[in-house]
């Protein structure tokens, strides 16, 4: 008999319908009838599944005859069919995982990206690309930074100078307190993108003096003092970001 009469005898003596073997199978009502036609075959992974749901071997599905190991010790087309599945299925396995492994890093970078330009402070702490720097900048009022205060609970936002040049700055939220009485006080902050691990009230005699020139270019851009490029410079920039690269000096003098 030829495997199309084998199968649909295999069918109708496990008492089954071609929709009811089908649903087994996971294929349509007519690919089983393709099968038993002979306009078709199955592929391996569902010939290997008929093998077990009728338990019957391979062989005998196929040929309708059980073969021998050869002398040379070749596998049996039932054990080179059952390796190409699992075969089949630990590609399919390693596919996921990895098309898993891509989407779950682009997914981490894209929550890097955002939290770097929102300027998201828990999210930048565990950025790996990311790392500390001390920024400076100039104390603001004791109204503005008051614990007291409910509408901020102490928390200010300024622009914090990250290197001498005066070309990386960011824009930090933090919490320092009341001054203590430092004299012409400024805030030092060791900060990692966006989040601040610890800043401190300093003198302004502890800082190096370009930081203070920097500060003070900002504070004539942005205040329109002086001879600034206003006209020419967009500083709505300055209210939207987080980070900056301008030589803020540069634009004071142009």
């Known amino acids: 008999m030829s495997f199309k009469d ?8 496990s008492n089954l319908t071609q929709e009811a073997l089908a ?5 349509t009502r007519q690919t089983v009838s393709t099968w038993e036609t002979g306009k078709n075959m199955p592929n391996l992974e569902t010939l290997h599944a008929l093998s077990q749901l009728f338990n019957i071997s391979l062989e005998k599905l196929l040929f309708n005859e059980e073969i021998a190991m050869k002398k040379n010790k070749e596998p049996s087309l039932a054990t080179q069919i059952d390796h190409d599945v699992k075969l089949k299925s630990r590609y399919r396995r390693w596919t996921f995982g990895l098309g898993g492994l891509i989407v779950l890093a682009l997914v981490s970078v894209g929550i890097l990206c955002l939290g770097y330009y929102k300027g998201i402070g828990t999210i930048d702490r565990f950025d790996p690309f990311l790392s500390y720097k001390v920024g400076y900048t100039k104390l603001p009022s004791e109204k503005e930074i008051s614990p007291n205060n409910k509408a901020t609970n102490g928390y200010w936002t300024a622009w914090f100078t ?6 990386e700055w960011t824009k930090l939220t933090l919490t320092t307190g009341l001054n203590p009485g430092v004299k012409d006080p400024y805030v030092m902050a060791y900060h990692k993108g966006s989040y601040v691990k610890v800043a401190r009230i300093v003198p302004r005699t502890y800082i190096n003096q370009t930081y203070v020139s920097n500060l003070a270019a900002l504070d004539a851009l942005l205040n329109h003092k002086g001879n600034t490029a206003t006209n020419n410079h967009d500083l709505k920039k300055y209210k939207t970001q987080i980070h900056i690269s301008d030589t803020v000096q540069q634009l004071v003098t142009e």
């Open 23 to 27: 649903q087994q199978l996971h294929v």
């Open 6 to 13: 084998d199968i649909k005898t295999l069918r109708r003596q």
């Open 162 to 167: 990250d290197n001498t040049m005066g070309n």
